[in-house]
């Protein structure tokens, strides 16, 4: 009953984590604004209002959170590792700019709640699952230079807003995920959504990026929704907290699954480690959100893949008409 009747902004809600955001909060009972700026929405829904936006405009920030009581804020560029190398600064500004301007819009606004995206990318290199209070003990891999020390920046601002105004603040630590409208597009899409296209498409020989070794804690994303609306809902301090799978998996072994999935397990596997992979091991410690929230994942990574890969072999026309 919290988000019911509640006047819910989603900024970003026409791209992957946003769409899962409107769509659960509308089975919620949230009245539901989402900002469009470029993209389509892709739900259809008239309940939704539509609030045409660029989020770097100071003025269109204040328009779009006019009676607004609670903002997700799941706008921002991406950072896969190919374009990460093609353009190191572009999701560094873009997201910097963008959260900067909701957040002293929000505070102007008078809303009352904001939903914060960190990431495990900040933490520094462990050989164990990070802790929420490790995120300073030490700098962030070299492949997450600019892009994790970014979202360590972005917490320091959300602690610096919630210390001058009365916005509460829900800091969210998600690792990598993945689902149904994850970017599947060649140049910008991440580590799973790559593999399910090859796989999907029946590549062979079957190419993936770096050594197969790399270790990685993926989280299906249904279940960061699910883990962010309870931190809104009930953590909202901006004390940051984890929300992942809580285990691990290799590169190696995703690969396995996927290609299973797409019945696909004959292609010939080649891993190439002279393309851009980042850093070789990463999971988090999901205690505190189970303390805390009760939060624990619903979706095992077998099941989550093989959603992922029937959804985007029944959908990847109309997706690929969209990326053109």
């Not at 997700?72 to 997201?95: D, E, Y």
């Not at 462990?126 to 030490?138: I, L, S």
């Not at 480690?273 to 070789?280: D, E, H, Q």
Request: overall charge positive.
């Amino acid at each position: 009953m919290f988000y019911h009747g509640k006047v819910v902004l989603v900024t970003g809600g026409t791209g992957f984590v946003g769409t899962h955001f409107v769509q659960q909060l509308l089975d919620l009972g949230a009245t539901v604004r989402v900002t469009v700026h470029k993209r389509p929405l892709v739900i259809k829904d008239k309940r939704i209002q539509i609030v045409q936006a660029d989020l770097t405009r100071m003025e269109d920030c204040l328009a779009a959170v006019k009676g607004v009581n609670f903002v997700f804020h799941a706008a921002g560029a991406v950072s896969a590792a190919g374009l990460t190398a093609s353009k190191p600064i572009s999701a560094i500004t873009t997201n910097l700019i963008l959260t900067a301007r909701m957040l002293e819009a929000a505070c102007a606004g008078n809303v009352e709640r904001f939903l914060l995206f960190s990431s495990s990318t900040g933490y520094p290199v462990t050989d164990h699952p990070a802790k929420e209070e490790e995120m300073w003990t030490g700098p962030t891999h070299p492949s997450y230079f600019g892009y994790g020390w970014m979202r360590r920046y972005l917490e320091r601002i959300g602690e610096f807003v919630v210390s001058k105004y009365h916005l509460k603040i829900a800091l969210v630590r998600p690792t990598a995920v993945y689902g149904r409208w994850d970017d599947f597009n060649p140049a910008t899409s991440h580590v799973i959504p790559a593999l399910i296209r090859k796989a999907v498409e029946k590549e062979d020989p079957y190419e993936v990026w770096g050594i197969g070794t790399e270790v990685r804690d993926f989280l299906h994303i249904t279940d960061l929704i699910r883990g962010s609306l309870f931190m809104m809902e009930h953590y909202a301090t901006c004390d940051p907290v984890n929300i992942g799978y809580g285990k691990t998996v290799t590169i190696a072994g995703i690969v396995n699954l996927i290609l299973k999935a797409a019945g696909h397990e004959n292609a010939t596997v080649k891993f190439d480690a002279s393309k851009p992979t980042t850093i070789p091991f990463r999971m988090v410690d999901t205690s505190k959100a189970k303390k805390i929230l009760g939060f624990e994942p619903k979706v095992s990574l077998e099941e989550g893949l093989k959603d992922t890969v029937k959804w985007y072999a029944e959908n990847r026309t109309k997706l690929s008409q969209t990326d053109a």
